[in-house]
C-alpha cells in the first residue's frame, strides 16, 4: 500500500477484523502490523496454512 492508501485506513471509525493468511505471497504477513497500526478499531487473526485467497 502506498503512504496515501495507508492514510486513508486511519480515517475509518468502525471496527475492523483483519484477517491474514501466513503464507500470503502478495503481502508479507509481517504487513498486519502496519493495518493494525492505521486501524485502531481492529482485531487481528493470522491463518496457519493459508495464503492471499484462501
Do not use: C, Y
Not at 29 to 50: D, K, N, R, T, Y
Amino acid at each position: 500500500m502506498t503512504g496515501e492508501n495507508l492514510n486513508l485506513l486511519s480515517e475509518i471509525n468502525q471496527l475492523a477484523f483483519i484477517i491474514w493468511g501466513k503464507e500470503d505471497r502478495a503481502l508479507d504477513v509481517s504487513s498486519i502490523e502496519v493495518f493494525e497500526a492505521h486501524l485502531p478499531q481492529s482485531q487481528s487473526h493470522i491463518m496457519e496454512g493459508v495464503g492471499h485467497a484462501p
